[in-house]
């Protein structure tokens, strides 16, 4: 898994942490909770604020599907 998922990496995020609101998130917490998943890959140098955006947006719909 790499940067450019970030449905499949919202997902992830939102069985992690389903008691976050990732609205609340900071972009540095984000990066970090993504580096963490199992099977992540990606270089942690290679986001960006745009990525973390989608991510965030992708882990919130995610988060109110399931609320």
């Known amino acids: 898994m790499n940067w450019n998922e970030p449905h499949e990496i ?3 995020l939102s069985e992690n942490h389903p008691d976050i609101d ?3 998130v900071r ?3 984000l ?3 993504v580096l963490e998943l199992p099977g992540f ?3 942690p140098k290679a986001s ?3 990525v973390l955006e989608s991510i965030q947006m ?3 719909e995610e ?3 399931r609320n």
């Open 10 to 12: 919202g997902y992830l």
């Open 22 to 24: 990732p609205l609340t």
């Open 27 to 29: 972009f540095t917490d």
């Open 31 to 33: 990066h970090r909770y």
């Open 41 to 43: 890959t990606g270089d």
């Open 48 to 50: 960006n604020e745009k």
């Open 58 to 60: 992708a882990w919130l």
């Open 63 to 65: 988060w109110q599907d």
